[in-house]
């Protein structure tokens, strides 16, 4: 199945629901980065997460930053999400493992640490963009970003995120996030029966292993609810915008004695995208060109 991201209604509008499925770009994130089981469940729930979230925003060229840190060996995680459907990111310390934990899966929460924070910035295209923190409350991602929806957006929500991955690489990976909006929140007891009806999921991976699609699932879940299934599928993929000219000029603020050194010691220069690991190599003449550069635009 492609990866893909589908929306949805329910209760006449009061419930917006959101699925995306994001096996194949989990995967190419797993390959760029040589990541470890845990490594990899980590970033593809945060990517998913990551989208999710950007596919509520409007304004073309809308993207959301997703960044945590905690206190576990994972170190840092950062992804950036676009309402285009693009996605890319990163882990500080990506070989890092750790056994399962006691219900047998992938022990997340304690690689990522429960004690440290949540930071998303919103960019919504123009103007300053909206950042808010908040502090984790498990580091399993889909609770702590549920945390941030819910205190920072004031936005009752329920999410639910999962990777499976083993020694053939990522099979599974994707997520739901149903939200009750401002116009339905109030009613107490329909916030209690979704929360009840995610809470009896057996989690976003089975299901799609059992070969249920996104309508199929929101079926299960809203299918009492007044449920309309927007006809837009939207494609999702992992992409970076590196490239080798924007090296370059990177480089070239180095300024000219640096790049000199680099010329001398060296014979070039190499540098590593950290979202895509992504390698460019720039030769000794390459760099000759950023220092004649350097030297015109001074004159």
Do not use: W
């Not at 096996?23 to 040589?34: D, I, K, M, S, V």
């Not at 882990?91 to 924070?117: I, M, Q």
């Not at 449920?227 to 970076?240: E, G, K």
């Not at 010691?265 to 460019?280: I, L, S």
Request: glycine share 12%; charged share 25%.
């Amino acid at each position: 199945m492609a990866d893909q991201l589908i929306r949805a209604t329910a209760a006449e509008g009061g419930i917006r629901a959101v699925g995306v499925i994001t096996t194949r770009l989990t995967e190419e994130a797993r390959r760029r980065h040589q990541l470890s089981y845990v490594a990899t469940a980590a970033l593809g729930r945060t990517m998913s997460a990551g989208l999710l979230l950007a596919s509520s925003m409007k304004r073309e060229g809308s993207r959301v930053n997703i960044r945590i840190k905690g206190d576990g060996p994972l170190g840092g995680i950062l992804i950036d999400a676009g309402l285009d459907g693009t996605v890319r990111g990163y882990v500080e310390n990506s070989t890092v493992e750790l056994p399962p934990n006691e219900r047998g899966k992938l022990d997340v929460g304690r690689a990522v640490g429960n004690d440290g924070y949540l930071y998303v910035v919103r960019d919504v295209g123009y103007g300053y963009p909206y950042s808010s923190t908040v502090e984790l409350v498990s580091g399993e991602i889909g609770d702590d970003i549920a945390h941030y929806l819910v205190t920072s957006e004031q936005t009752p929500s329920a999410l639910i995120v999962g990777v499976f991955v083993g020694a053939e690489g990522v099979t599974a990976s994707g997520g739901i996030l149903i939200q009750v909006l401002p116009k339905a929140a109030r009613d107490e007891a329909l916030v209690k029966i979704l929360e009840s009806r995610m809470a009896k999921l057996s989690g976003f991976t089975p299901l799609l292993q059992e070969g249920k699609t996104l309508p199929e699932m929101f079926e299960q879940l809203l299918g009492d609810m007044d449920l309309t299934i927007l006809p837009d599928v939207h494609l999702v993929r992992f992409h970076c915008g590196c490239s080798f000219n924007r090296v370059l000029g990177a480089l070239k603020m180095l300024g000219e004695a640096e790049l000199q050194d680099m010329i001398e010691k060296d014979e070039g220069a190499e540098a590593t995208c950290h979202f895509c690991g992504e390698v460019y190599q720039a030769s000794s003449a390459e760099l000759a060109q950023l220092i004649e550069d350097l030297r015109a635009e001074s004159v």
